[in-house]
Nanobody
């Protein structure tokens, strides 16, 4: 069992930056692929970024070049550095963990075994 706790959300002006953190419990963090998804009001929960257990990263086109996902296995933590934020980035951001390491599967929320409670990010124009 893995528990995920996100932090770092908040209100920021367009063009600003935020760094989200997701702390995981358990001693097997390094064996999981870790991802960030987001969900805006009235919309589906969408893929944002993933980092595999080997450290490969993949991003949604909408955030490529602005967001960076990273992990620190010693701290059982995954991060999402968000720069050049836009109002359309406003959403609840969720951290998720998956045991699969197949990239094509990791883009889908259905393969994730564990989810955090989410953290709100609001970008004002």
């Amino acid at each position: 069992q893995v528990q995920l706790v996100e932090s770092g959300g908040g209100l920021v002006q367009a063009g600003g930056s935020l760094r989200l953190s997701c702390a995981a419990s358990g001693r097997t963090f390094s064996t999981y692929a870790m991802a960030w998804f987001r969900q805006a009001p009235g919309k589906e929960r969408d893929f944002v970024a993933v980092i595999t257990r080997r450290g490969s990263t993949y991003y949604a086109d909408s955030v490529k070049g602005r967001f960076t996902i990273s992990r620190d296995n010693a701290k059982n933590t995954v991060y999402l550095q968000m720069n050049s934020l836009k109002p359309e980035d406003t959403a609840v951001y969720y951290c998720a963990a998956a045991t699969t390491n197949m990239v094509v599967q990791l883009l889908s929320k259905s393969v994730y075994d564990y989810w955090g409670q989410g953290t709100q990010v609001t970008v004002s124009s």
